[in-house]
């Protein structure tokens, strides 16, 4: 059974995200929480598997409260997932810094939303491609970022740095496949051993390296 937090400060949003998760075999939901404050307090009692994250809410944001679910001890097996209404939101690249493991439009289908759930309990990351794509556009144009590339870089083969930059364009494991003539598992190979070799805790990290290293 996967556990469910619900974080969001409109009511009708969380009746609806209740009302799937309530509906699907597997999946419970944990709690609800109207404001950050609240969400970082419910993580903690309720321990859920996955934190369905706003980031715009009364008190301290969505970001605030990533950032502090993340650093409890008690919760290193709990994920966050933020839910944004727009693409061209300011706060998620940030958000997968402070370690969400992914993000996902407000509009996304109910199962794709599902799914996404259950990929990050899996170890997984969900990043919403066009969402990538458009932070990777506005980061390069608007000269924002600062470049510290991640100092065991080097340690990657010349394979594992461009299936990287490839994961930082939102592509999954079957996609940079096609890409690069793989087959899928040779594919996985090599992100686990990107991840391994730079310690990215999941798919969401490995993004923020490749940002901050200049790859993407």
């Known amino acids: 059974m996967i556990r469910v937090l619900l974080v969001d400060d409109q009511d009708l949003v969380r009746i609806g995200l209740r009302t799937l998760?309530?509906?699907?075999?597997?999946?419970?939901?944990?709690?609800?929480?109207?404001?950050?404050?609240?969400?970082?307090?419910?993580?903690?009692?309720?321990?859920?598997?996955?934190?369905?994250?706003?980031?715009?809410m009364p008190g301290i944001d969505g970001l605030e409260a990533t950032r502090r679910i993340v650093a409890e001890a008690d919760l290193a097996g709990t994920r966050v997932i933020v839910l944004t209404t727009f693409e061209r939101d300011e706060y998620v690249f940030e958000a997968l810094h402070v370690g969400a493991s992914g993000f996902?439009?407000?509009?996304?289908?109910?199962?794709?939303?599902?799914d996404a759930i259950t990929t990050v309990?899996?170890?997984?990351?969900?990043?919403?491609?066009?969402?990538?794509?458009?932070?990777?556009?506005?980061?390069?144009?608007?000269?924002?970022?600062?470049?510290?590339?991640?100092?065991?870089?080097?340690?990657l083969t010349?394979?594992?740095?461009?299936?990287?930059?490839?994961?930082?364009?939102?592509?999954?494991?079957?996609?940079?496949?096609?890409?690069?003539?793989l087959s899928p598992a040779t594919a996985r190979t090599h992100v686990s051993r990107a991840m391994i070799k730079l310690g990215a805790r999941d798919r969401a990290q490995l993004v923020v390296f490749a940002f901050q290293s200049g790859l993407a």
């Open 104 to 114: 996902l439009l407000k509009d996304t289908p109910p199962a794709h939303l599902l």
């Open 158 to 181: 010349a394979r594992e740095t461009e299936i990287v930059t490839l994961v930082a364009e939102g592509l999954n494991n079957h996609e940079i496949a096609q890409r690069l003539f």
């Open 121 to 155: 309990v899996d170890g997984g990351a969900l990043l919403a491609p066009s969402v990538t794509r458009t932070l990777i556009a506005e980061f390069v144009t608007a000269g924002r970022r600062v470049l510290t590339p991640h100092p065991q870089l080097d340690q």
């Open 21 to 56: 998760i309530e509906n699907e075999d597997g999946f419970e939901v944990a709690g609800e929480a109207a404001d950050g404050l609240a969400a970082v307090d419910e993580a903690i009692r309720t321990r859920p598997d996955v934190v369905l994250m706003d980031i715009r």
